[in-house]
């Protein structure tokens, strides 16, 4: 497929409160009353959710929370995989125009100096083995600066500047639809490619643990359908995700 014109955008709802933009995105969808490229923000979130049923925690008003709508009729020639890579390379290029240095932890954590600044939840919808839409909801830490406990960062602790949230939106959906053809162009080498590049700890040796405990190896990249390649003593392992954990 040529570069389209993207209609990501188009359509933007901004919510003060709602329990998780997936949730509200998903009956909107149902209902046939939002389309390819609707986006939904919310200035906070109730029920915020993240991957494996966990919770995304933010505070109102300081954080970036939407969800992309992506139904379009070409859809089901996707891999599913590579929406994930698509997402997560446009919230680096994103952090990259705003002069932040950011890696892909696989799957879709995005990190600043080791600290998670932003999350990624897919949820797609099947009809047999067609994908027939998908809603992706994004969070990203930006004017939060307390995080308890939890290993999580944000834009403003990186670069003591306030952002306008709304502006940021703007700004994100302009990285979506930049690289929207790469997910559309069914030639998604250089798709993958840009997911790798990436990729925190690519080639290195790195301790990992699993069901029968800890141990090394190295990141050697993911597999066609997203998995994570391991190297151990010249084999190669192969881990879904929450498989294995990174040490």
């Known amino acids: 497929m040529e570069h389209m014109r993207s209609k ?6 901004i919510l003060s409160d709602v329990d998780s933009t997936n949730n509200f995105a998903a009956k909107l ?19 915020g959710r993240g991957q494996q049923g966990s919770l995304w925690q933010s505070d109102p008003h300081l954080n970036l929370l939407f969800s992309l709508v992506l139904s ?11 929406i994930n890579w698509y997402v997560s390379i446009c919230i680096i290029d994103f952090l990259n125009r705003k002069n932040l240095n950011a890696q892909i932890k696989w799957p879709n954590d995005i990190l600043i100096d080791r600290k998670k600044v932003s999350g990624i939840l897919i949820e797609n919808k099947f009809v047999g083995s067609a994908l027939k839409y998908s809603i992706i909801g994004v969070g990203i830490n930006v004017n939060q600066t307390d995080f308890n406990e939890l290993n999580a960062t944000s834009m403003k602790l990186h670069t003591s500047l306030d952002y306008t949230i709304v502006d940021l939106l703007d700004d994100f959906i302009f990285c979506l639809s930049e690289n929207e053809h790469l997910l559309f162009s069914l030639k998604h080498d250089a798709l993958k490619q840009k997911y790798l590049d990436s990729l925190n700890g690519l080639g290195e040796l790195s301790n990992f643990k699993k069901d029968s405990g800890p141990f090394e190896a190295y990141l050697s990249g993911v597999d066609d359908i997203g998995r994570l390649i391991l190297e151990v003593d ?5 881990f879904q995700n929450k498989e294995i954990q990174f040490l």
């Open 29 to 47: 969808v149902n209902d046939g009353s939002i389309g390819h490229g609707s986006v939904i923000m919310a200035e906070n979130q109730s029920n």
């Open 72 to 82: 379009s009729k070409e859809l089901h020639k996707i891999n599913p995989i590579c």
């Open 8 to 13: 990501i955008g188009s359509q933007k709802i």
């Open 234 to 238: 010249g084999k190669q392992l192969l």
